[in-house]
């Protein structure tokens, strides 16, 4: 049986490695299937197939999109999508936006709690890729404000601490409704932690395909807990290590280790075929 990572992050979002040098890692590691679901873009895949066709290792279409629901922002994994689909590509255009927007808005708040920072400076720390919290922390921790990343979140990048910032992202039943239009899957991603029964009924009424059930924030009880909520409803099962490069996450020591087994890949192909051919 082959293993598959399907979640991972890379420089196209707020990822420290490379896509070629993840996908390299992941043949090391010996995944037989790696998915990179970068927040709200899919340069990150584009840009590894090449390698991936070279190491010998399948790469599918992924993405972790920020949906709202309930007033809330929620990570929705997509894959499997027709790349080239123009809703989805108007949709990570919206998004991306949404996230200077959303940055210029952060910005701001920080400024005005006394924190000398300005929005180049965050833009030029995301490089080329997707714009999100953790390039405002990493600035704030080389400016000495914050000792690390996680303090950074604790002290200023919550969304206590934030406030209600007004931000444009798609809700959910638009974000499941293009994906699934592009014959593509979702699963709602790493629920562990977040959401009460109540909310998870809530978020299974979306219509969404599936359930991250294998996450490293899962210990097993949760895990079980979460393929039995999948099965009942009759969803996919999707997992993967959340890996955002050596040192970025406390996730990062799971790669390779925290993996799904092939058959339930196998499972979201099948209804993202039936997809393709309607
Ligand atoms: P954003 O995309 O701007 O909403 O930022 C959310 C991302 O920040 C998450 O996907 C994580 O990768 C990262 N993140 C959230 N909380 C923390 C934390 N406490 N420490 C480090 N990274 C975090
Ligand atoms: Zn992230
Ligand atoms: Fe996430
Ligand atoms: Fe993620």
Request: glycine residues 10%; without cysteine; charged residues 30%.
């Amino acid at each position: 049986m082959g293993k598959a990572d399907l979640h991972t992050h890379t420089t196209a979002s707020d990822g420290f490695l490379t896509p070629a040098e993840l996908v390299k890692r992941a043949k090391k590691k010996g995944l037989e299937t790696l998915a990179i679901t970068d927040h709200d873009s899919i340069k990150g895949f584009l840009e590894g197939k090449e390698t991936a066709d070279e190491v010998g290792i399948e790469l599918i279409p992924g993405v972790e999109f920020t949906a709202i629901w309930d007033d809330r922002e929620v990570h929705l994994l997509a894959y499997l999508f027709d790349e080239e689909n123009e809703g989805v590509l108007d949709l990570l255009l919206r998004h991306k936006r949404a996230r200077r927007e959303r940055m210029k808005r952060i910005v701001s708040t920080l400024n005005r709690n006394g924190v000398d920072i300005d929005y180049d400076e965050v833009r030029a720390e995301s490089g080329r890729g997707m714009i999100g919290r953790p390039h405002a922390a990493a600035i704030l921790v080389q400016k000495g404000y914050v000792g690390s990343v996680n303090e950074a979140f604790i002290r200023y990048l919550s969304s206590e601490k934030l406030g209600d910032l007004p931000v444009e992202y798609s809700r959910i039943k638009e974000v499941i409704e293009t994906v699934s239009d592009a014959g593509g899957v979702t699963s709602i991603a790493h629920p562990g932690p977040l959401y009460s029964d109540r909310d998870l009924k809530g978020l299974i009424a979306t219509g969404v395909d599936g359930i991250e059930a294998i996450h490293p924030s899962h210990p097993w009880p949760v895990q079980k807990k979460f393929s039995e909520l999948a099965k009942s409803n009759h969803l996919l099962m999707t997992g993967g290590s959340d890996y955002h490069g050596t040192g970025r996450s406390d996730y990062d020591p799971y790669f390779g280790i925290v993996t799904i087994g092939d058959q339930y890949v196998a499972s979201m192909k099948r209804l993202s075929g039936r997809r393709k051919q309607n």
